[in-house]
Each structure stands twice: as structure tokens, then as C-alpha cells.
Nanobody, 125 residues
Framework: QVQLVQSGGGSVQSGGSLRLSCAAS????????MAWFRQAPGKEREVVAA???????TYTTSSKGRFTISQDSDKITMYLQMNNLKPEDTAMYYC???????????????????WGQGTQVTVSS
């Protein structure tokens, strides 16, 4: 059973930065695709960024250039560094993982089996 424990988040003004952390069960990142999702009130959950078990990151149009997904050298903690935050980034953020024997990394919420508890990010203008 994979466990994901999130930390970080909070409130910042537009243009500010925040870093989210997701501590995973040992060996999760070497066998699972991991990703960050977010969900704003009244909207569907959407992917923000993903990282394959080989460490290859993938970003969306909205996150590329502003957000960075990474893993610690021990490959236990995954991070999402968010810079130049905008009010439209306000949402509940979740880390997630699913096993990927082939090494691929899809970015659809329904593919992910394990989820963190969520952390709120609020960006004011």
C-alpha cells in the first residue's frame, strides 16, 4: 500500500512562490508515475505536472515555465516548486501515484490509484 503525505501550501500574493512536498512510501517513485493535481471549487481535477519513474518531468501549458516538479535524491519526497503564482492557481493541490511497470506516465486522474490528503493554495491579487 502506497502512502502519500503532503505538506506545504498556504496563502501568497500574486507573483509569489510556494513549494509543496509529498512524502511517499519507500521505492514508490522508482516503480510509480507520480504527479501533482489541483482542483478549484466547481471545477474538475486537473493535472499540473507529472514525473516518471525515470525522473522525466511533464508539464501542462499552464504550469510550464512557472512550476517545477522534482524529487529528492533519496527519491522519497516529491516537490512542486511554484513561482509567479496567479490567482487562477488557487485550488486544492494533491499528489498522486500509480504503478507503471512499463515506465510510462499518463496524466489522467482516473489512472492514479493513490492520493495525498490535499493542501490548499490560495493566491490573492
Amino acid at each position: 500500500q502506497v502512502q502519500l503525505v503532503q505538506s506545504g501550501g498556504g496563502s501568497v500574493q500574486s507573483g509569489g512562490s510556494l513549494r509543496l512536498s509529498c512524502a511517499a512510501s519507500p521505492y514508490t517513485s522508482t516503480t510509480h508515475c507520480m504527479a501533482w493535481f489541483r482542483q478549484a471549487p466547481g471545477k474538475e481535477r486537473e493535472v499540473v505536472a507529472a514525473i516518471s519513474r525515470s525522473g522525466t518531468p511533464t508539464y501542462t501549458t499552464s504550469s510550464k515555465g512557472r512550476f517545477t516538479i522534482s524529487q529528492d535524491s533519496d527519491k522519497i519526497t516529491m516537490y512542486l516548486q511554484m513561482n509567479n503564482l496567479k490567482p487562477e492557481d488557487t485550488a486544492m493541490y494533491y499528489c498522486a501515484a500509480y504503478p507503471t511497470p512499463s515506465g510510462g506516465c499518463r496524466m489522467r486522474p482516473n489512472d492514479f490509484q493513490y492520493w495525498g490528503q490535499g493542501t490548499q493554495v490560495t493566491v490573492s491579487s
